[in-house]
């Protein structure tokens, strides 16, 4: 049997009973209190370029002040910093589409207990966004994936949503994490119903101060892309009316 003898580096760590990555982590912050969720012991950033007994550049990432080893960090708390970093950043991108993705804004993200239910169901979702299409929730996996009963409902009730696989977190390079999360970890949809028209409508959400007024833009943008579209059917089948007669 191998043995895996390297151990992975403790990444985030409590801080104001928030999650934070050692990213985040500079002068100004490094003496800061910060725990380990899963142990609750005080955790110690280790930033810089600080060697290895062999010689090798020391990673940053957080260690027990007691020098306790044995304690991983928790998984937890993976998470927990994901969700909070969409909440906080308010984007994230699609899943691929014929391979492209397409960054898609929220106007609000909850992550909450009390407001993470899904419709009228027992199950709750990780993160609750508001898009410009309306509710879009989001499932993390990272230990465990999306139970199938959750699957179902969202496909049972037309509920836009999406699966981010961040299992592979610890292999991406430290200040690579959030872009991990929000752009460039394995994605697909759990549900939507029409991929291009959805990923089509979803715009950015407008700003409170000029919102009137680019609605009212968007809106006649909106007016002209539909007539022209509708012409352009109208022509198409006024054109295949008369292949037909001919
Ligand atoms: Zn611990």
Redesign the pocket.
């Given at each position: 049997m191998k043995i895996n003898l390297i151990r992975k580096p403790?990444l985030f760590a409590i801080h104001d009973d928030e999650a934070v990555s050692i990213n985040s982590i500079n002068n100004n912050n490094r003496y800061l209190i910060y725990t380990?969720?899963?142990?609750?012991?005080v955790?110690i950033p280790r930033i810089g370029k600080a060697k290895n007994k062999d010689g090798t550049t020391r990673l940053s990432s957080f260690a027990?002040k007691s020098g306790?080893e044995s304690?991983?960090?928790?998984e937890g708390i993976i998470h927990k910093y994901a969700t909070m970093l969409i909440q906080e950043k308010k984007y994230i991108y699609s899943p691929k589409r014929n391979g492209k993705k397409k960054k898609i804004e929220f106007s609000k993200v909850y992550r909450k207990k009390q407001n993470l239910r899904i419709g009228n169901s027992d199950f709750e979702c990780d993160a609750k966004c508001i898009s410009s299409v309306g509710e879009f929730f989001i499932e993390i996996y990272f230990s465990n994936p999306c139970v199938e009963e959750k699957i179902d409902y969202y496909n049972d009730n037309n509920l836009l949503s999406v699966d981010i696989d961040i299992r592979k977190i610890k292999d991406v390079d430290v200040s690579d994490i959030d872009d991990y999360i929000l752009e460039k970890s394995p994605r697909k949809w759990i549900y939507n119903p029409d991929k291009s028209k959805i990923e089509a409508k979803i715009k950015p959400p407008i700003g409170n101060g000029e919102s009137k007024w680019l609605q009212y833009i968007a809106g006649g943008v909106l007016a002209v892309i539909t007539a022209i579209e509708v012409g352009s059917h109208v022509k198409e089948w006024w054109s295949a009316r008369n292949k037909d007669e001919n």
């Open positions: 403790i380990c969720d899963e142990c609750n012991e955790l027990h306790n304690c991983s960090g928790g």
